[in-house]
């Protein structure tokens, strides 16, 4: 029998034919895409890509302009828009080789995203009719967690029937994401338009509450009123303790305790010795790694992401879109850990596991029924990157840890008593590392040695202090915590909700590395939270993600949830229609303000406002007000603060502004050749050339002065460059196929999807 196997990837469909056949597979090539056919004794294989999503929603009658849109069908994606044109070899070849085939199977990522990808390729070529239903025997799931030969030969074996309840789920959040993010991103448009202001905006299912959570810890942060408050400190023995009343908002009341304090006798009064043993950390699910990415490497959530996928299709670690802390016995942990130990970096910490029987790990509470806790495969590591590097050690070492004894301390509390005022500390000496041994250097636990004084005995006091601080706002969320907090509050998915934030900034709705809602992003809170709330409400959002994942688990039809969401788009539909100028006029009214915050002084060419703006490709630079006319640029640091200081540069005449990056502070003009910088870079302890170099200012191509300006021009340019255009084309059609990329940008319903 021939049997058709559609892998997500290229990488993957190359693991899945050196897995599956018995001899060497023979690779064949069709529209320049690549194939593979495998004999595995009994059938004829053929492993074919589908390079991700071959697919898109579009709306059926594009001449329809009325709001709201819901007719809507799945179309190929090369024809929805020209930078997906590469994907038609990709289609073109899968119905090819399907015509040979009589027996299909997904082999896509166990998720909602790779059943849909798979389930919409299989509708096509056996129906002929990507939206038609797919109802046939042929058809057969593969389920796997790594891309190893073990786990790949045990998927085909035990080939699953098809997950259809995964594509209802998946399908409807597609069309619930498109319809939302195509309705109501065209609405907030139109509403900018009624007042004659024209601006790409988006809103998403998932976007509009993300927003308002940062949008209301904003207002928290502009009215928050500090208050004075006072500390109390006395040393023993080198040791600080703190006055158990512990913030002091009353002066009057510090001071009386610190006069008892000065006058009185220390006494200790309780001495406490006990011994705490610490669990291991549990495995990584997605989440958890990118918290601790962040937090070792400073690593962006969604690089991430993008690096864990890679060392997944190379077979080096599992599937890292679970939200799962288990790690089942099934997997076979005792060979995994053998193979690790084959490792150099690892052999002495997994062979000592495994001499003293250490193969139960220690489990978080989180499950995921479609895959395990993220866990290294045993597969020796070639020819990784610095990142990859990085981030492939830490998941070993957690994985190691995690099977490791529990570390002992030895914690000790005190209390000093001086005139009924009492004043405490605690602290601990890990006495057996245990797992800590193992997850260095990545975790180092705070220790602190409390001197040994006898319960009863009076103590000298060798210095008293009386700190005066103010109480500080609530913190801003970095986009990890971020990412945390909107899983605990279930809004969007572990896959997208790093993306989703990324939008946002795209947007300019939020900025900064500790997330601050623009001007501009506070003015569409604001007007969304006046006129239709129902965007950022949190609990509908919530609702409709637990409705998908019954839909997944079969106990809710698709149909009824798609239906629901059409009913609040229409209500919100219906207030934009109603209060469209006036949330117009309060967009306008947050474009100006967002405007001013961003002017960093004038341009020394035609005496314009220079703005911070951002490239096509989210790089932050300078530019002025008055483009095209002027087309000065500057570049600026990447992912840094910057703050106008209203002050000219005596050598360059360009604009000063102060730059917060990365744990650094400092100033600079914004010409790159001023003089001022001649030396910056020329030694290694200069804090300005150490400020450039981690912000890749001058030195790092992609973000120079004839760069910015090539962003600004040439976006056209990438358009055609992406397009691929057929070999059989005509000369007269290339034409016009370029003319039409070069027509005026508009933006195309794919840009504003995105939950």
């Known amino acids: 029998m021939n049997k058709l196997i559609i892998a997500e990837k290229p990488s993957v469909a190359l693991r899945v034919a050196l897995s599956l056949g018995d001899t060497q597979p023979k690779r064949y090539n069709v529209n320049g895409v690549g194939y593979f056919e495998v004999d595995n004794g009994m059938d004829t294989l053929f492993i074919v890509a589908a390079a991700g999503h071959l697919f898109t929603l579009q709306q059926k009658d594009k001449e329809k302009k009325e709001l709201p849109i819901f007719d809507i069908e799945w179309i190929p994606s090369y024809k929805a828009n020209e930078s997906s044109y590469f994907t038609k070899k990709y289609l073109d070849t899968i119905s090819e080789i399907s015509r040979k085939c009589t027996f299909f199977i997904n082999a896509c990522d166990y998720d909602l995203e790779g059943t849909v990808i798979g389930t919409n390729i299989l509708k096509l070529v056996l129906n002929n009719d990507v939206n038609a239903a797919l109802k046939n025997e042929r058809i057969g799931r593969m389920r796997f967690s790594t891309t190893t030969k073990p786990d790949l030969v045990n998927a085909y074996e035990k080939i699953e029937t098809f997950d259809f309840s995964n594509f209802y789920a998946g399908e409807a959040r597609h069309m619930l994401d498109w319809m939302w993010g195509i ?216 994985f190691l840890a995690c099977f490791a004894e529990y570390s002992k301390g030895e914690k000790t509390s005190i209390m000093i008593g001086v005139d009924g005022e009492e004043y405490a500390a605690v602290g601990e000496i890990i006495k057996e590392r245990g797992w800590i041994a193992i997850y260095e250097p990545y975790y180092k636990p705070k220790e602190l040695e409390i001197p040994k004084l006898e319960k009863g005995k009076e103590v000298k006091i060798d210095d008293i202090v009386m700190n005066e601080g103010k109480t500080e706002p609530p913190n801003r969320y970095g986009k990890a915590g971020l990412i945390s907090l909107l899983e605990k509050k279930n809004l969007g998915t572990k896959a997208t909700r790093a993306s989703i934030i990324d939008t946002l900034f795209d947007r300019g709705y939020i900025t900064n590395s500790r997330i601050e809602v623009t001007g501009f992003g506070m003015s569409v809170y604001n007007a969304l939270n006046s006129y239709c709330n129902e965007i950022l409400d949190e609990e509908m959002t919530r609702k409709l993600e637990e409705d998908m994942e019954k839909v997944a688990k079969g106990e809710l039809d698709e149909q009824r949830i798609i239906n629901e969401g059409k009913e609040v788009i229409s209500k919100i539909i219906d207030d934009f229609k109603k209060n469209g100028k006036e949330i117009g006029q309060a967009l306008a009214e947050g474009l100006k303000e967002s405007e001013k915050s961003n002017i960093l002084g004038k341009c020394n060419k035609c005496g314009g406002d220079l703005i911070m703006r951002r490239s096509k490709i989210g790089k932050a630079f300078v530019g002025c007000a008055s483009w095209p006319k002027c087309n000065n640029t500057y570049p600026l640091p990447q992912y840094a603060k910057i703050i106008p200081l209203n002050k000219i540069c005596e050598k360059c005449g360009t604009p000063k502004v102060k730059v917060f990056s990365k744990g650094k502070v400092f100033e600079m003009c914004l010409d790159t050749n001023c003089e001022t910088k001649k030396n910056w870079g020329a030694k290694k302890d200069d804090k300005n050339a150490q400020a450039i170099k981690a912000n890749n200012m001058t030195a790092t191509p992609g973000i120079s002065k004839d760069n910015i300006e090539k962003d600004i021009k040439s976006e056209n340019k990438e358009k055609i460059k992406k397009t691929r255009i057929p070999k059989k084309t005509t000369k007269k059609q290339t034409k016009k196929k370029i003319k039409s990329v070069k027509k005026e940008d508009k933006t195309s319903n794919d840009s504003l999807l995105g939950a």
């Open 183 to 398: 309705n109501l991103s065209r609405a907030l448009m139109n509403s900018l338009f009624s007042i004659g202001i024209r601006k790409v905006l988006s809103i998403g299912r998932v976007q509009g509450p993300t927003l308002a959570v940062l949008a209301k810890r904003e207002v928290e942060i502009k009215n928050f009123v500090s208050k004075p408050l006072w500390k109390l400190l006395i040393k023993v023995d080198k040791l600080e303790l703190e006055n158990k009343r512990g913030s002091i908002f009353d002066k009057k009341e510090a001071e009386e305790a610190f006069n008892k304090t000065s006058k009185g006798k220390a006494v200790v009064m309780e001495l406490d010795i006990k011994e705490e043993l610490h669990a291991p950390f549990p495995p990584f699910d997605l989440t958890s790694l990118q918290l601790e990415a962040s937090r070792v490497f400073r690593l962006d959530p969604s690089r991430t992401l993008k690096i864990a996928q890679t060392l997944y299709e190379r077979s080096y670690i599992s599937y890292p879109r679970t939200s799962s802390q288990k790690l089942p016995y099934t997997l076979n942990l005792k060979k995994i850990l053998s193979d690790i130990a084959k490792n150099e970096k690892y052999k002495d910490s997994a062979n000592a596991l495994i001499q003293n029987n250490r193969v139960r790990p220690h489990e978080g509470a989180k499950q995921d029924e479609a895959h395990p806790a993220i866990y290294p495969t045993g597969e020796l590591p070639k020819k990784l990157s610095a990142e990859e590097e990085k981030l492939y050690d830490l998941i070993v070492k957690r």
